[in-house]
């Protein structure tokens, strides 16, 4: 599931103001999380950003983006150039998703 829009709602009770909140929230743990994952040089960086990501997804009910970043977090160094473009397809994907959602 890219968002569960019922997880989310257990959270801010259906208020809409604050769902956009938490989703604006994301989006910004989003865009430091990828850039520190693009930047790390070392295994503790990576798995910082990529754990911290996925806690974040996985609050708001973004569930893929939360499963691409536990592979990411998994991923053997080799894999990190591949593993972060997954991330960011799962959060592009997650976003359009909520975004539909939210106004729908």
């Not at 996925?54 to 080799?78: H, I, S, T, W």
Request: net charge negative; charged share 25%; hydrophobic share 55%.
């Amino acid at each position: 599931m890219v968002f569960d829009r019922d997880h989310l709602a257990r959270y801010t009770a259906g208020d809409a103001a604050l769902e956009a909140e938490l989703v604006g929230l994301l989006r910004e743990q989003a865009q430091r999380c990828l850039a520190a994952m693009e930047a790390a040089s070392d295994a503790n960086a990576w798995k910082a950003a990529a754990h911290t990501l996925k806690g974040a997804a996985r609050g708001v009910g973004a569930f893929e983006l939360g499963e691409a970043c536990q592979r990411a977090e998994d991923a053997p160094q080799a894999a990190w150039p591949v593993a972060v473009i997954e991330v960011r397809r799962a959060a592009d994907a997650a976003f359009e998703v909520i975004e539909e959602t939210l106004a729908a």
